[in-house]
């Protein structure tokens, strides 16, 4: 009987034929043997943009494969979704959420997967409010941070805390009231009280979870001033940097050079030019002791027709987003290099659901971009 041989293709060619594959397709052969999976697992993935459309009732993510000139569709949450908030993207986790009630959920939009999180501590009962006296409400904020040296995902809940006899979702807003926050670290089962900011702050928007610390551009209340809030999120303690006294309001928060960033656009659109604050030392306590570098980045093309820059997050290079002011309808986007100084056209497809073509409304959407170092764990 004649022997049969079964010809085998190397792994490191097997791995390199899965790396030109559409993201979808490639987590397919997770399941194959425990090697590809861990292989597959460390393969680098592709760039991840997030658009909502103009009435936010919607969330669409995109993904732009390495040296691709179109992105492809990967998710759409549906508009009877009702958690209209989210965290910052990373490694394919993000949160979803809404301010009032505690409801949160964390989603893999590269798998697809959904994780259901436990209820926050902060929940109130009937049995503990006092319905003839003040009411006790939240207005809440999360965030998810990731520390590298433990690979944990952690979610941040800052939540403020009022006692008042309005029920009024506006006076919430604008009435800071009292600080306290609690943590959940993916893999465990409850949430865990910890000390909360150092002074009462208002997160304006959400912050930029890099090399294991979140970041926040904040005014505190008896300051006009703004600083910097850093929390590790491996020790999980706040603290406050000061920023360069140039920076004199909110600026978008960047990753560039492997350092944290702060991206000043206000030269953009009328001298062709962005100037980006690179931090180099934090120093500790807000005393002194942070060391801040300017960098002035000139662009070699006329930037009138862009809307201002959209950092991408996780990008060593320093990156950004253009899109265009020609039209609300967005069929492309740029990818601009700082080290490179190449910009790269994606054509971005429609969006395709339950027959409708839908574009993506870039008049009031927020759009967020971050590449996604490595699968997530499971």
Request: hydrophobic content about 35%.
């Amino acid at each position: 009987m004649e022997n049969k041989r079964r010809d085998t293709v190397p792994h490191d060619v097997a791995m390199d034929v899965l790396k030109i594959l559409p993201e979808k397709a490639r987590m397919r052969f997770k399941c194959v043997s425990k090697t590809w999976y861990s292989s597959i697992k460390g393969t680098i993935l592709p760039l991840i943009v997030s658009f909502t459309n103009s009435s936010f009732s919607q969330q669409h993510f995109l993904t732009i494969e390495h040296q691709s000139d179109e992105a492809s569709h990967l998710l759409t949450v549906p508009s009877d979704f009702k958690l209209h908030r989210v965290t910052q993207l990373i490694n394919g986790f993000i949160c979803f959420y809404n301010i009032v009630d505690f409801e949160i959920l964390m989603r893999n939009v590269v798998t697809q997967e959904i994780i259901d999180l436990p209820k926050s501590t902060f929940v109130v009962s009937d049995d503990d409010e006092d319905f003839s006296g003040p009411m006790i409400s939240y207005f809440r904020e999360y965030f998810l941070g990731f520390d590298p040296s433990s690979r944990d995902y952690k979610v941040l809940n800052i939540s403020n805390k009022h006692t008042t006899n309005s029920s009024s979702y506006a006076w919430m807003i604008d009435n800071h009231g009292t600080p306290e926050c609690e943590i959940f670290t993916l893999g465990t089962t409850s949430w865990r009280k910890i000390d909360a900011p150092p002074s009462r702050i208002h997160f304006r928007r959400q912050g930029l979870c890099t090399n294991g610390f979140i970041h926040w551009i904040i005014i505190n209340p008896r300051k006009t001033k703004p600083v910097l809030a850093v929390f590790d999120v491996k020790e999980e303690k706040f603290d406050i940097v000061k920023l360069p006294d140039e920076v004199r309001k909110h600026h978008d928060l960047i990753q560039a050079e492997e350092k944290l960033g702060v991206l000043d656009c206000d030269d953009f659109r009328s001298k062709n030019k962005i100037r980006v604050w690179m931090l180099k030392d934090y120093g500790r306590g807000g005393e002194g002791g942070e060391v801040w570098i300017r960098r002035d980045y000139v662009f070699p093309f006329d930037t009138i027709m862009f809307r201002p820059p959209i950092p991408v997050s996780n990008s060593n290079n320093g990156e950004i987003l253009l899109t265009e002011y020609k039209s609300s309808l967005v069929s492309r986007v740029f990818i601009y290099d700082f080290k490179t100084q190449e910009r790269r056209a994606i054509k971005i497809p429609p969006v395709t659901e339950q027959d409708v073509v839908k574009f993506l409304d870039l008049k009031r959407a927020r759009v967020s971009a971050t590449y996604v170092a490595s699968l997530p764990a499971e």
